[in-house]
C-alpha cells in the first residue's frame, strides 16, 4: 500500500459524488477548450500572416483607394523583392447571407506573393487566361457546392450591377490557419468596367502587398515605403500583415476580451465546484485525519493525501473533458457553420488548447485542496478526535 | 545512577477556554511512569483523564508544566518534530478504534510503516506478524466493516505495536466492548507489558479492566484522588 492507494480508495468512497463533481468539470472544460477555440479561430488571420509581407494602404483610411501608378515605386523601394496588389469587391450571392470575402487581384503577382494557396499549374494558367475567372477556396466550395466550371453570379455593392465569374479553380491552404473562405476574381477585368461607369476612381488598389527580402528588416522598409510617398496626394500607412490582420481583430476586441474573460471565470467555476466536493469528504473524515496524525502523519502527508484527492477527481473530470471536446467541437462547428456560414476559417480544437484546459484544471484543483487542508491542518488533534460525524 | 522515568508529567495545568469561561481540567498534576510499567488511571467520565493521554502523546499542550517522554520535552516541541516522534516512539489505542473504514485490516495495520524506509516486503512481513500477535492472521483482508468490535480493537492494537514503539497510550481501550472481547484486548496489553516489557499508560473506568494493570492511579476533578 502506498499513500496512492490511500488517495484512491478515498475517492472511491463517494462514487456517485465524485462522478457527478468529474463530470461538473468536464463540461466546464468542454466549455473552455470551445472558448478558446473561438478565440484562437479569430486569431486565425493573425497566426496565418506570412512574416516576409507588408501591406501599404492609405494614410487616412482602408476605404481611401491608392494609385496603381505606384507599383513601381513601391517595387523600387530597397528590401521590397515583390509587389502585388487587391481591391476589396463586396458583392453578394444571392442575399445579404451569402457573404464571402472577395478580392480582385492582379493574377500572376498575387500567387507570386502568396504561395500558401496551393493551386496546380493548369489551373494557374486557366485563371490567367480568362477574364471572368475567379479561384476559390475548398471550405468555400465545399459550403455552396460549387465545382469548376460554375459561374457565380454576384450583386454588386462597391462596384455596382450584376457580375457572373467562372470558378476555374479550387485553391487550397498550405497550412490549416490558411483561410480557404476567399474568392478571388481579376482586378483588371473588375477595373475595365469600372473606366466605362466611374471613369475618377479606375486604376487605382485597395492596398499593396509587398514581399521583403529580411523579416527582420520590416520596420526599416516600412518607413522607406511611407517615406517615398510622404506628402504626396495619397499618402501610405506600411505595416506588416500580422498587424494589419490583428487590426481586423481588435475591432471586434471588445468580444474577444470577453470571451477570455469567460474562459477565467470558468476556472472560478470549477474551483467552486471542487472546493464544495473536498470541503464535505474532508469534514466527513475529520476524525480519520486526526487518527493519521496521531500515527505519525505530518502536515506534508495530508498535504499530500488532500491534493492528490483533489487532482484525481480533476484528472477525471478532464479526460472526460478532453473525451468530449473533440466531438462536441465538430458539432459545435456545424451550428456555427449553419448561422454564420465560414465566418470563422477553422473551428479546430489544437492539442495545445487541451493542454492548457487540462493544466488551468489541475492548478485549480491544488488552489481547490488548500481551503479543507487549511482547516485540519488548523484543527487541534485531540478536539478531531472526538468528532462524532 | 537511576534510569529516568519514561514519562514525567511536571506541575502540569491544562484548562480549556469556551466564551469567556476558562474551564480547568488539569491542576499542577505531576505523574512520573518508569521504563516498563503498565499504568491504569482510574476515573469518572470528564475527570480529565483522555486530556493526560492527549498531553503524553503531544496531541495537546499543556497551560502550564512540563511533560517528558521518550528522551524529549513534549510540551516544547514542534508539530513537525512531534508527529516525528509519535511515529517512532507512541503507539495509540482508540476506544472506538478508529480504523481507515476503506481499508483492509492488513492495510490499516501498515499505515504507521508507510512512514518509515522499510520496504514493501518487510512492511508485509511485520504486518502479518502483528496481526497473527493479536490472533487475527486469516483477517489480514478483512474491512472492518466485516470485523466484529473485539476483532476491530484488536486491528488497533495491531496498527499501535507494528512500529514497536517505546510507549502505549490506550484510551477506554475495553469502553465499547462485550466483557470477552474485553478480556481478550486486556490479555493482549498484559502479553505487551509482561513479554516485550513495554511501557503502557491506560486510561479506563472499568475496574475490571485496570485490574490488569500494575499501578491503578485513581483521578477525579483534574487531580490525583
Redesign the interface.
Known sequence: ???A??IV??V??QAFRVVLTALGIATIILTFNLIITTVRAWYAGVEASAPNRLITRHAASLSIHLPLSYRDRLAAVNGVTGVTFANWFGGVYRDAKGFFPQFAVDPDSFLDLHPELLVDPDTQQNFLSDRRACLIGRRLADLYGWRVGDAIPLKGTLYPGDWEFVVRGIYRGAEPSVDENWMVIRWDSVNERRRQFDPDRADTVGWYVLRIADPSAAGAVSRAVDDTFANSVAETRTETEQAFQAGFVAMSGSIVRALELLAIVLNGVTLLVLANTLVMAVRERT??WA?????????R?LAALITGEALLIAGLGSIAGIAITIPATDLYATLVSTKLGNFFQQLVVYPSTLLLGTLATLITACCAAALPLVTVLRN???DD?RHIG | MTTPPMIECCHVTKSYVRGDQEIPVLQNFNLSVPVGQFLAIMGPSGSGKT?IL?LI?G??RPTDGTIRAAGIEVSQQR??DL??????H?G?I?QFY?L?P??TAA?NV???L??TPLSKQERAKRVRAALELVGLGDRLHHYPRQLSGGQEQRVGIA?AIVGDPTIFLADEPTGNLDRDAAESVMMLLRRLHQELHKTIVMVTHDPRAAEYAQDILHFDKGKEA
Open positions: 500500500m502506498t499513500l492507494t490511500l480508495r478515498n472511491r468512497r476524525r480519520e487518527v493519521l496524525r496521531t500515527l505519525g502523519f505530518e502536515r502527508h487541534k488533534v485531540a478526535l | 486530556t492527549n502523546a496531541l495537546d508539530e513537525t508527529a516525528r516522534w509519535r511515529a517512532r507512541v495509540f482508540f478508529n481507515i476503506v481499508l492495510e501498515e499505515l504507521p508507510l512512514l496498527r
